[in-house]
């Protein structure tokens, strides 16, 4: 089976623009995880979509949002970018939401 | 909510040696946990995980131990390779009464494993 794959893999944007990422799950896998990685905070959990509903929900600012379709694609947005936005985001999908998680190689976002 | 301690922040072994890394998490009711390796610019990847009905498992040069009680797990690494260098990340989570697993991994801030020839 193919991987998790995100497009783009590197994005570069100024402050005050929006950005969507896109994340394709493995096939038969439903849900789509949304994490951002950064040195200073890690691996930070943004949200969860699970048959095109948002289940789960970190501790992020409304800037960011998803959603995902009815082929378990997923997209998120960050809008309004600022300089702090900068990190790799990261993608994973499952079978239903938990246990294990296959992660897709991410997206660098760099805000100038 | 959950939070995962990690440590140490970096180890630095000779080949051959063992490697420990250790954790503990908050919530009691966390039944799943992962440990993901990730190399320099490539993505997270499984390598272990265990669930709170088992104490510990192992897959050949690794092996994860999990004390509920002390809401503590552990990876172990032994004879380690050149190739073992890299980010290692515990994570947390838990399935709902129900039964339905949420998508929601809880990191540590991860371990940067040097493995010295």
């Known amino acids: 089976k193919a991987g998790v794959t995100q497009t783009p893999r590197y994005l570069i944007k100024t402050r005050g623009q929006q950005v969507t990422l896109s994340c394709s799950p493995i096939?038969?896998?439903?849900?789509v995880s949304w994490y951002q990685q950064t040195p200073g905070q890690g691996l930070q959990f943004l949200f969860e979509y699970f048959s095109e509903t948002q289940r789960n929900k970190g501790n992020f600012p409304g800037r960011f949002s998803g959603r995902q379709f009815s082929n378990s694609r997923s997209e998120m947005n960050v809008s309004t970018l600022e300089l702090g936005d900068s990190a790799l985001y990261l993608c994973?999908?499952?079978?239903?939401?938990?246990?294990?998680?296959?992660f897709g190689p991410g997206t660098r976002l760099t805000v100038l | 909510g959950e939070n995962v301690e990690q440590h140490p922040s970096t180890l630095s072994v000779q080949e051959g040696d063992s490697a420990v890394i250790k954790c503990t998490y908050s919530d009691s009711a966390s039944n799943y946990f992962p440990w993901y390796k990730q190399e320099l610019g490539k993505r997270p990847q499984l390598i272990i995980d265990i669930r709170s009905n088992v104490g510990e498992k192992k897959d050949q040069r690794i092996a994860v131990t999990l004390n509920k009680t002390a809401k503590h797990f552990s990876l172990h690494i032994t004879e380690t390779q050149p190739e073992d260098s890299a980010v290692y990340f515990c994570a947390a989570s838990r399935r709902n009464a129900g039964g339905t697993s949420y998508g929601k991994l809880t990191f540590g801030q991860g371990t940067i494993l040097t493995v010295h020839p």
């Open positions: 994973a999908s499952s079978r239903q939401g938990g246990d294990t998680q296959y």
């Open positions: 096939s038969g896998h439903r849900s």
